[in-house]
């Protein structure tokens, strides 16, 4: 697909920093032979935004912290509504949990085939075919009090928070908490299995429900 099946890291102080946003999109020459290496230049007039999954802001302890979130491997096409409003505001407010004394895991991707940018109409790949515009992007946030032995302290009280957006130009007619459901129907649409790591119990539980915490 041209792009990565999902992203995973670590939200917390030990990462953030005061470093600028670099803006420097690199082609990642670490991916074995025989896999598609995107540019920042098949990005170009398709009426889509280089749209980060470990957001930049997430990394800014160090230069070279910042410099990773650009390499290509994390990231995909996103309508420029979802990247810039919808997907940005939830991105804002996972550190502003940090921010409140939260440590979060986060996983975010895309799936489907099909998007609308800022061209109009769907658009089902870009860069002759080699990247594939995902229909829908998805995000799991666990969030956790800053502490240590993280699994061990995931309880039927965590909170984990899911989403399941479109990736459209009218995406922002809602707020992000709209598009919340919960991990167990994201796991049946992806086949994905999050939180394994914790204790099936604890997993039925905080899995079953969408999130109806705040959202700012």
Known sequence: RGTPAWVAWHISPEWNGTAPRCDCFATDNGLPSGFYKATTSNYTNTGFDRGHQCPSADRDLTSADNASTFIMTNIMPQSPNLNQITWAALETYCRTLMDAGNELYVYSG??????????????????????????????VVVVLPQGSNDVARVSTSTRVIAVNMPNNQTVNAQTWGYYRVSVAALQNTLGYNFLSNVSTSIQNVIEANADTGPTQ
């Open 110 to 139: 895309g799936y489907g085939s099909g998007g609308t940018g800022s061209l109009g109409g769907v658009t089902t790949t870009i860069a002759g075919g080699a990247i594939t515009v995902p229909s829908n992007y998805w995000k």
